[in-house]
């Protein structure tokens, strides 16, 4: 639990700092954002936080497994274990296809959830409300699940295929050589669909922390007026003394 939260307070913070600057520097409120920019700064916000977060993932990870060099050790004493066995370039094992997962799931979720907001907001003259950001997070949940699924199917395949060699009773038997070549494999043997197993679980994560995130990061930005250019058009008084 305690590097779960790490990992959670370490990436999120990273991502979102990250996406909101960027695609400020394009657009200044809600209204001009596009969302091609959007989708690009999604994906670089979600690379680069994954990138950085990326030493408590693997602490999670491991610590969840029991894994024997970091077995009965706390929080920071698992962190100096690993640095210490396997150099702080081990900390950072499995980063590249981490971050490329990180840099997809983030570059639909951040951009579908904006640009459900814009539309609800300045096309259906909807209210910025706990209920507008409740509907966009449950879209954005399913976008990134449907986004996600595929890429943890062929990663979870290939993290598994050396255990399975052999068994060739298992689809997951197969000998891939990359992730394009499992890719491709899955579908020719299994067919399109193979790709999301498991894709009502993987909902059932993501739509319930995107609910939670997206609504908890709204109500926090009210605490600052500074920050709540998101929405220009919406509940603003008339000037108009008419």
Sequence with gaps: MSAALLRQATYGTFKIGIYQTLKRLFSKDISTEKLYINVVSGMFSGAVANA???PTDLLKIR????HPSIQNKGLFRAIISIAQKEGV???WRGVIPNAQRAAVVSG???SIYDWTKKQF???LSGTDTISTHFL???VAGFAGAVASTPIDVVRTR???QSQLKGQLSNPLSTNYNGAIDCLTKTVKNEGFFALYKGFVPNWLRLGPWNV???IAYEQLKKINPRSSNESPLIDKPSTNPA
């Design 52 to 54: 950085l977060a990326s």
């Design 63 to 66: 610590m969840q497994a029991n």
């Design 89 to 91: 370039r081990g900390l």
């Design 108 to 110: 639909v979720e951040l």
């Design 121 to 123: 907001l300045c096309r």
């Design 136 to 138: 966009c997070s449950f």
């Design 158 to 160: 290939l993290m598994n």
């Design 212 to 214: 939670v995130f997206f």
